[in-house]
């Protein structure tokens, strides 16, 4: 899978030169001041450890590592001055790299500390999730493929990275499951809901993905895949972030939506309605139940924020 790192530890001096071209330029070219570069360095550096004390390496980097590196910082009881700053250098280095390389996502582009706790996105609502699942009306081989990533990436609630990693031979369409790879190559099964299986029937069917199969495959791995790019090569991880992008701006959710917002509305939903946090867990592929509790703030969070505005007697006296 795209970015994955499974046999050895991820080599730091990549993050170590990025790192010092990134303040390079702040103080050339913005003018940065020496203590305001000192602290980009010790935010920077210590991401870069947690990154390489977790074999991830920077292509790998998505909205889900950035949300769980800003947990982490609050695990550590860090002030949320300190998050949001840390943040701020983050997203610098990012928005660095995405500059530099045209074809690179910046997977900070939408995360805010100002909506939801912990440095969480903002969950979707249902009737948002329709409105976007039926935003694509048409039937070619576009169509069809981008519908199935919007189906999976809510109804599995898989990261983007497992899903540009699926091959045909994960997904079993009459058991109603697939099979995917989660960070540190964890393998687990997932189930698919009937909107996501007949997105997948008809991507596979006559005029679907075999119109974007190339006459010859340019890469081991990409007869295999289940996503394809125009190009017919294995779908991307930027390529398939973009797709997303796409829908949201149909739909008006261009400046809230991406595959980790999916992801954290499927878990939302779920828990919304009584679902079991070990089941979520075990779903998202989460390694530590910790992670999954973030969700559970958001979730009662807004059953307080519906019981305030529904209940006549909820409201507090002045």
């Not at 990549?14 to 980009?40: C, H, K, M, Q």
């Not at 390389?101 to 009737?127: C, N, Q, W």
């Not at 540009?164 to 989660?182: C, E, H, K, M, T």
Request: charged share 30%; proline share 4%; hydrophobic share 40%.
């Amino acid at each position: 899978m795209s970015g994955r790192v499974t046999d050895m530890d991820v080599d730091p001096s990549p993050f170590n030169r990025v790192i010092d071209d990134l303040l390079t330029w702040l103080r050339v070219e913005r003018g940065r001041s020496p203590n305001t570069l000192a602290a980009y360095r010790t935010d920077l550096v210590a991401y870069a450890t947690w990154l390489t004390e977790r074999r991830v390496d920077l292509d790998a980097v998505d909205e889900q590592t950035i949300t769980e590196y800003l947990h982490h910082l609050h695990q550590l009881g860090r002030a949320e001055s300190t998050v949001k700053r840390a943040l701020v250098s983050i997203r610098s280095l990012h928005r660095f790299l995405s500059e530099e390389e045209s074809d690179r996502v910046d997977p900070t582009a939408i995360v805010d500390l100002s909506h939801g706790p912990r440095g969480l996105p903002r969950a979707l609502s249902e009737d948002e999730i329709v409105g976007l699942l039926e935003s694509i009306v048409g039937d070619d081989a576009l169509d069809r493929r981008d519908r199935v990533i919007l189906e999976v990436l809510y109804g599995t609630g898989l990261r983007i990275s497992e899903l540009v990693g699926l091959s045909l031979a994960d997904v079993d369409l009459d058991a109603g499951l697939i099979r995917a790879f989660g960070k540190g190559a964890r393998e687990r099964i997932v189930p698919l809901g009937t909107p996501a299986i007949r997105s997948i029937v008809a991507w596979l069917s006559p005029g679907g993905r075999d119109r974007l199969v190339p006459d010859r495959w340019a890469r081991r791995g990409d007869e295999e895949a289940l996503l394809l790019s125009v190009r017919g090569r294995r779908l991307s991880r930027q390529g398939a972030w973009l797709a997303v992008r796409k829908a949201g701006e149909r739909c008006g959710l261009a400046d809230r939506l991406s595959p980790h917002v999916l992801r954290h509305s499927c878990a939302t939903h779920m828990l919304d309605h009584g679902a079991d946090i070990r089941t979520v867990q075990e779903l998202l592929g989460h390694a530590s139940i910790s992670t999954t509790q973030v969700y559970t703030l958001v979730s009662t969070e807004r059953l307080q924020s519906e019981y305030r505005r529904a209940h006549p007697r909820a409201q507090r006296p002045n």
